[in-house]
């Protein structure tokens, strides 16, 4: 079984762009998660999906965005870059949104922005 | 707000030994899941162990296990005989459910996480 998928790898971007982070969640997984890691404030929620509708978002700017298809892969957009976007941006699928049902994390999409 | 701490930046363990990484939490919610998760280099952010506030028993999944006291809120995971690929970064995390019944559509799928410990397994 596949596990999840994130595309790209890897991303440089300068100032002021946008980026489109993707993420194919494991097969018949329907809730999806986005995190973002940095040296500095560590591992931090974005934002979560199930059945393509945002159920909670974390304490980001409103460049931030996110959505969720039919078939669960997920979209996360950054609009207008900072430097200080440059992260690992990590999606996670679950089965359920249940207690003792675990995260799944994909590799990740390490971002650099110039 | 929820909470977790790991106190040890950096751990150092022979191969073959056992090691025991540190995690406190702070929850108000009677119902929450404490979970490990170890990142290699890679970045890739492995699943290892769950608890749940509710379990009775510590939850053990082959070389790991959790020690869970719940009264002193701590969740450490201790790894039995160590081996040169568990060098990586550990985190423990925490995830509240508000259904005592462990699933809800109000719940939440937002994880908590601690700083993390870097392991190193020396030969």
């Known amino acids: 079984k596949a596990g999840v998928t994130q595309t790209p790898r890897y991303l440089i971007k300068t100032r002021g762009q946008q980026v489109t982070l993707s993420c194919s969640p494991i097969?018949?997984?329907?809730?999806v998660s986005w995190y973002q890691q940095t040296p500095g404030q560590g591992l931090q929620f974005l934002f979560e999906?199930?059945?393509?509708?945002?159920?909670n978002k974390g304490n980001f700017p409103g460049r931030f965005s996110g959505r969720q298809f039919s078939n669960s892969r997920s979209e996360m957009n950054v609009s207008t870059l900072e430097l200080g976007d440059s992260a690992l941006y990590l999606c996670?699928?679950?089965?359920?949104?249940?207690?003792?049902?675990?995260?799944?994390f994909g590799n990740g999409t390490r971002l650099t922005v110039t | 707000a929820q909470k977790i701490t790991q106190t040890q930046p950096g751990m150092f363990v022979q191969e073959k030994e056992a090691v025991t990484l540190d995690c406190t939490y702070d929850?108000?919610?009677?119902?929450?899941?404490l979970f490990w998760y170890k990142q290699p280099s890679s970045g890739e952010m492995i699943f290892l162990i769950y608890?749940?506030?509710?379990?009775?028993q510590n939850a053990t999944e082959g070389r790991y296990s959790l020690n869970f006291q719940k009264a002193r809120k701590s969740a450490n995971l201790v790894i039995s005989a160590s081996q040169l690929g568990d060098s990586a970064m550990y985190f423990c995390?925490?995830?509240?459910?508000?259904?005592?019944?462990?699933?809800?559509?109000?719940?939440?799928?937002?994880?908590?996480f601690g700083k993390g410990t870097k392991l190193t397994v020396n030969p």
């Open positions: 996670a699928s679950s089965l359920m949104r249940s207690n003792n049902s675990p995260l799944h």
């Open positions: 929850t108000s919610d009677p119902s929450y899941g």
């Open positions: 999906y199930f059945s393509e509708t945002q159920r």
């Open positions: 995390a925490m995830r509240e459910v508000r259904s005592p019944e462990g699933y809800s559509e109000g719940g939440s799928e937002k994880l908590v």
């Open positions: 097969s018949g997984h329907r809730s």
């Open positions: 608890q749940g506030s509710y379990d009775q």
